[in-house]
């Protein structure tokens, strides 16, 4: 329940503003269209309530995760917040009587404000329409460089609300509103421009560096002084090296080591550009910053009876949560991990080792070259066909969590049951 809240509370703050609108309703003052501008400034409203809750989502607000179960969970909301706004924005321009004559300020913004939110906006659902992808390069840079203009955008809208002509007389409904534009602007100011002063960036150095196999990278950092916070099993970090320009970047990459150790370590996959950089260039010595811990994927909610699903590098989480069990995991598991080939596969002397201290813990290893992909009805049938009774994590590529959900769903287990973690923030 505690995990919904945050979404409750977008709700409610998009209700509470229509609520205000018609409890306390503008003066008619006998102008053409009347109900068109009042319904045409309602919908302007919640867009300006739904953008600067991006907005806040987007300054990575720790306190708030358990509210949405986790800033993975946050980036989801975000990207359903943006969506909404972007579709209502259309609905507020037709509803809003437009005459081609008499322009002021506002009319001009208006226009500007609404190209330059629908393209930014549309950037940034570009990851998802493979089409627009195209567009950012499909570059992760190139795709956060443009959405960092969105909130120049919020605020000329906002004033293109204060400056068009003719406002509607509404004095408590405008000042509600005020509230939000005030949120999303300081938001907007924080994640771009001050916030850097006020998070907590906590300076690392490279241990160690290995390579598990051709393609995988095992960093162990240790703290030049005081570590990051105490993390839970399963969390994430964000790290950059300062000392090597093309690795200078914050990326978030899952803990993959045991909280109790003195250490961090994280396994990274080559992917893409900086994940290649630091395959090749990462070196024992170098500086690291780290920023988090966050993220609420976490055995620990779940209860006796669990199924663990890895895609992957998303073996990472359930490698911390191994680690942290240390051969004790006072739960029956079965841990899928699926790979492509054997010489993909991390750990398994690791997985199988724990398996042998620990017989409640039994592990699947699939190869799909050979074995044909893992699919949700093998797992109900281990499951002796009635896996409602537990807990179910996923972590993995994107369309592989979605389609295990799916028909995890379809086969009547509770939605509270399934936990996953999306490798995606975009
Ligand atoms: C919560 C979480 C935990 C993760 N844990 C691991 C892990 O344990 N091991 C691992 O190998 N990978 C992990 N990833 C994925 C990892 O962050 C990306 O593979 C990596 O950032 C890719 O960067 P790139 O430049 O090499 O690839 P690109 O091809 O540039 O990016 C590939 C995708 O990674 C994402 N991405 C890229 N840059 C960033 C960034 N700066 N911030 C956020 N997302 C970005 C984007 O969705 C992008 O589409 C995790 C991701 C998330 C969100």
């Known amino acids: 329940m505690k995990?919904?809240?945050?979404?409750?509370?977008?709700?409610?703050?998009?209700?509470?503003?229509?609520?205000?609108?018609?409890?306390?309703?503008?003066?008619?003052?006998?102008?053409?269209?009347?109900?068109?501008?009042?319904?045409?400034?309602?919908?302007?409203?919640?867009?300006?309530?739904?953008?600067?809750?991006?907005?806040?989502?987007?300054?990575?607000?720790?306190?708030?995760?358990?509210?949405?179960?986790?800033?993975?969970?946050?980036?989801i909301t975000h990207r359903r917040v943006a969506t909404t706004a972007f579709l209502l924005i259309f609905v507020h321009v037709?509803?809003?009587?437009?005459?081609?004559?008499?322009?002021?300020?506002?009319n001009y913004l208006a226009v500007i404000a609404f190209t330059g939110i629908v393209s930014t906006i549309l950037v940034s659902l570009a990851p998802r329409i493979a089409f627009l992808n195209k567009l950012t390069g499909g570059t992760y840079d190139g795709w956060k460089n443009l959405k960092k203009y969105i909130g120049i955008f919020f605020i000329i809208?906002?004033?293109?609300?204060?400056?068009?002509?003719?406002?509607?007389?509404?004095?408590?409904?405008?000042?509600?509103?005020?509230?939000?534009?005030?949120?999303?602007?300081?938001?907007?100011?924080?994640?771009e421009v001050f916030g850097r002063f006020f998070k907590k960036f906590v300076p690392y150095t490279v241990e160690a560096v290995r390579h598990p196999n051709?393609?995988?990278?095992?960093?162990?950092?240790?703290?030049?002084?005081?570590?990051?916070?105490?993390?839970?099993?399963?969390?994430?970090?964000?790290?950059?090296?300062?000392?090597?320009?093309t690795l200078n970047e914050s990326h978030p990459f899952t803990i993959s080591s045991a909280p109790h150790e003195d250490v961090l370590r994280v396994t990274v996959k080559a992917s893409g550009d900086f994940t290649r950089d630091l395959f090749h260039n990462l070196k024992p010595g170098m500086d690291a910053v780290i920023e988090g811990a966050y993220g609420m994927f976490d055995y620990k909610t779940g209860g006796?009876?669990?199924?663990?699903?890895?895609?992957?590098?998303?073996?990472?989480?359930?490698?911390?949560?191994?680690?942290?069990?240390?051969?004790?995991?006072?739960?029956?598991i079965d841990l899928y991990y699926t790979v492509r080939h054997k010489e993909e596969a991390l750990f398994l002397d690791e997985i199988e080792?724990?398996?042998?201290?620990?017989?409640?813990?039994?592990?699947?290893?699939?190869?799909?070259?050979?074995?044909?992909?893992?699919?949700?009805?093998?797992?109900?049938?281990?499951?002796?066909?009635?896996?409602?009774?537990?807990?179910?994590?996923?972590?993995?590529?994107?369309?592989?969590?979605?389609?295990?959900?799916?028909?995890?769903?379809a086969a009547g287990i509770p939605a509270g049951n399934i936990h996953y973690e999306e490798f995606n923030f975009r």
């Open 3 to 75: 995990r919904n809240i945050g979404n409750l509370v977008i709700i409610l703050c998009v209700v509470l503003t229509v609520a205000v609108w018609l409890v306390f309703p503008p003066v008619d003052d006998g102008r053409d269209h009347f109900l068109r501008v009042y319904a045409g400034e309602v919908i302007g409203s919640v867009n300006i309530v739904l953008m600067a809750t991006a907005l806040f989502l987007s300054t990575r607000p720790k306190w708030a995760e358990k509210y949405f179960g986790g800033l993975d969970r946050m980036y």
């Open 94 to 106: 037709l509803t809003v009587p437009i005459t081609l004559s008499g322009w002021k300020l506002g």
């Open 157 to 191: 809208a906002y004033i293109h609300a204060l400056t068009v002509p003719h406002p509607l007389d509404a004095f408590i409904a405008i000042n509600w509103v005020q509230v939000f534009f005030i949120v999303g602007a300081v938001s907007y100011l924080y994640t």
């Open 214 to 245: 051709p393609s995988t990278t095992e960093v162990t950092l240790r703290a030049k002084k005081d570590p990051i916070k105490k993390q839970r099993a399963g969390q994430f970090l964000f790290v950059r090296f300062p000392g090597e320009r």
């Open 304 to 332: 006796r009876k669990q199924i663990w699903i890895a895609g992957g590098i998303g073996l990472t989480p359930f490698l911390a949560f191994l680690r942290e069990m240390d051969g004790n995991p006072e739960r029956d």
């Open 353 to 409: 080792a724990a398996a042998k201290r620990n017989p409640r813990l039994k592990p699947h290893i699939r190869f799909s070259a050979t074995d044909g992909s893992l699919n949700a009805g093998d797992i109900l049938k281990n499951a002796g066909g009635h896996a409602a009774d537990h807990d179910i994590y996923i972590c993995g590529p994107f369309p592989m969590v979605q389609a295990f959900e799916r028909k995890f769903r």
